[in-house]
């Protein structure tokens, strides 16, 4: 059977009305690894993160989910999930301890067992002198904590992380960052959906990158970098006339090229300059997904 | 290759422990607000009691050869059953799966939207059930004689407010907005409640709208409840039972139906 896979996609197409929000989507996530959805808003990230709880049906196309067969079976594929949505859903007059509480009883967590389950997600959450405060009081990197480790409760095989970090201050993204990263060095299969690039850089061994509804890249992100955007980039600055310019003459050499802001990158630029002038600068994961989507980033 | 016995056999429908999950989250919750549940389950009625009491009492002694206070006590043990469940269900429905967003949580957990809907609905018609006993406590105070079919009232509230949680839980279920809830509360919830015989008796009425009394889930919960309180009557009420179980198991699949159709697209 090659190697376990805890997710596995074939030709998944989502319709809502005119819009086809999941455009032929193949997906896998092989058991034991990290995998990093990438793409702009509206490209169907969440859409597909729906569809692997059962609360989007798909309209054509194959799901599974650890061996189970979506939306059919989906039921018990959920008993071994953990779901962190991309918009907190706390229960906000609840203390800290009771929303665990409540996440454990959902997840059928044994009565003798139940105790230990909280207390360990109290300490991933690092919440545990908080556990008697209301959600309500709690700062929005807590709430976020609190949000994660609930949906850990159960000792999930496979967790979706919906936007994890989602308008958060990069400091406490960071501190985020390092409990996905516990988590993925416990075994735990992983499938996080975002837009920062750092984050799927970061966390992600493989990254899919999303675009329309479709996949236009997937790989380990230093091999896409590789592959589409070189070992080096260079960035020539200036006015737009003159980036357009530069655009049109790198064009005619036969270079790729992307824009930003206030520059155009010249990709793959591993040999001399070319007679511009800009700055070298490492190629990056952005500039694959500048290059494959056509947009920027937020 | 198909390992076929080592996978865990399919889950059921209605499990018991997706039910227990939804009714734990219930009962941790309604610990952070029984106090202003409970105030408002039992001023409401009492007010009834009071205002219709002493309003009408002074005017008419006797109604339907009940004493009023008798009459209007047992009526309004039904109005509270309905306050505390098709209110709460309907509200509360829109508030958690739109505002919260506490049913998307719920549904990515190993819980189906028929658990899901099941629960609430038991979880509801259990304060019912409950609630609805206060106002007749309330005029036992006020000279209702105690008798041993009271016991029966709360069993009652239950069944017809699991059907009225299943109700406001379906109209929350085809709600566009919240606005939409002004006209359901106007068009259907006013009107049953007037013509249900809670504060005066029906027979006053055309007989179009005693026949329209029929159908009226309400009104068959009022002549339960007095039924209950002052003696059981016999067929007549397995009839009214027997009409309060159909609204319920109807209403149930419909408050399943439109849940599902709302929040699985």
């Known amino acids: ?298 | 290759m198909a390992t076929a016995e080592a996978r865990p056999a399919r889950l059921g429908r209605l499990e018991r422990s997706a039910l227990t999950g939804v009714l734990v989250r219930e009962v941790v919750n309604y610990s952070s607000y029984w106090k202003s549940s409970t105030f408002s389950s039992t001023v409401e009625p009492t007010i009834y009691l009071l205002a219709f009491g002493f309003g009408f009492g002074s005017l008419v002694s006797t109604i339907g050869g009940y004493d009023y206070v008798d009459f209007v006590g047992t009526g309004t043990v039904a109005t509270a059953v309905l306050f505390s469940s098709a209110f709460p269900a309907m509200f509360g429905t829109f508030v958690k799966y739109s505002f919260q967003r506490t049913y998307d949580a719920i549904l990515a957990a190993p819980v189906d939207t028929e658990e899901l809907v099941t629960a609430e609905s038991l979880w509801i018609a259990t304060r019912a059930g409950v609630y609805g006993c206060v106002p007749m406590i309330v005029a036992i105070f006020f000279g209702l004689d105690p008798s041993w079919g009271m016991l029966a009232v709360p069993f009652i509230g239950w069944i017809a407010g699991f059907g009225w949680a299943n109700f406001g839980i379906s109209i929350a279920g085809f709600a566009k907005s919240f606005e939409n809830f002004n006209y359901v509360v106007s068009a259907v919830l006013t009107p049953l409640f007037l013509l249900a015989g809670s504060f005066f008796p029906l027979s006053g009425f055309p007989d179009w709208a005693q026949a329209l009394a029929q159908l009226n889930p309400l009104y068959h919960c009022v002549q339960l409840i007095r039924d209950a309180v002052f003696g059981f009557e016999g067929w007549v009420d397995v009839y009214h039972v027997a009409v309060l179980v159909a609204f319920g198991l109807l209403t149930w699949r419909v408050a399943i139906f439109a849940m599902q159709r709302k929040l699985i697209d």
Request: aromatic letters at 4%; glycine letters at 10%.
């Open chain 1, 1 to 298: 059977m090659g190697a376990e896979l805890a997710i596995r996609l074939r030709n998944v197409v989502k319709r809502y009305g005119p819009i086809t929000a999941v455009d032929g989507l193949d997906l896998d996530v092989p058991l034991g690894t990290c995998v990093g959805l990438l793409g702009p808003n509206g490209a169907g990230k969440s859409t597909t993160m729906r569809l692997l709880t059962a609360q989007s049906i798909a309209d054509e196309g194959e799901l599974e989910v650890l061996g189970f067969r979506l939306p059919e079976e989906s039921k018990q594929a959920r008993a071994e999930c953990g779901v962190t949505p991309q918009l907190d859903n706390l229960d906000t007059t609840l203390t800290v301890e009771q929303n665990l509480l409540v996440f454990s009883h959902l997840y059928r967590i044994p009565r003798a067992e139940r105790r230990d389950a909280i207390e360990r997600a109290l300490v991933m959450a690092k919440l545990v002198d908080r556990r008697d405060s209301r959600v309500d009081k709690l700062s929005g990197g807590m709430r976020r904590r609190l949000l994660i480790s609930r949906a850990l409760v159960h000792r999930p095989r496979l967790v979706l992380l919906d936007e994890p970090t989602v308008g958060l201050d990069p400091q406490v993204r960071q501190e985020l960052w390092a409990l996905v990263d516990a988590l993925r060095s416990e075994g735990t299969t992983i499938l996080m959906s975002t837009h920062y690039i750092e984050e799927a850089q970061r966390l992600a061994d493989t990254v899919l990158i999303m675009s329309h509804g479709k996949a236009v890249a997937v790989g380990p992100p230093s091999e896409l970098v590789m592959e589409h955007a070189g070992r080096e980039v260079l960035e020539v600055y200036g006015p737009p006339a003159r980036l357009a310019e530069v655009e049109a003459q790198a064009g005619e050499a036969g270079m790729r090229t992307r824009r930003t802001g206030t520059s155009i990158s010249i990709l793959s630029i591993d040999g001399d300059n070319l007679g511009f002038d800009g700055e070298r600068r490492p190629a990056n994961l952005e500039d694959v997904f500048v290059l494959l989507t056509g947009e920027e980033i937020g």
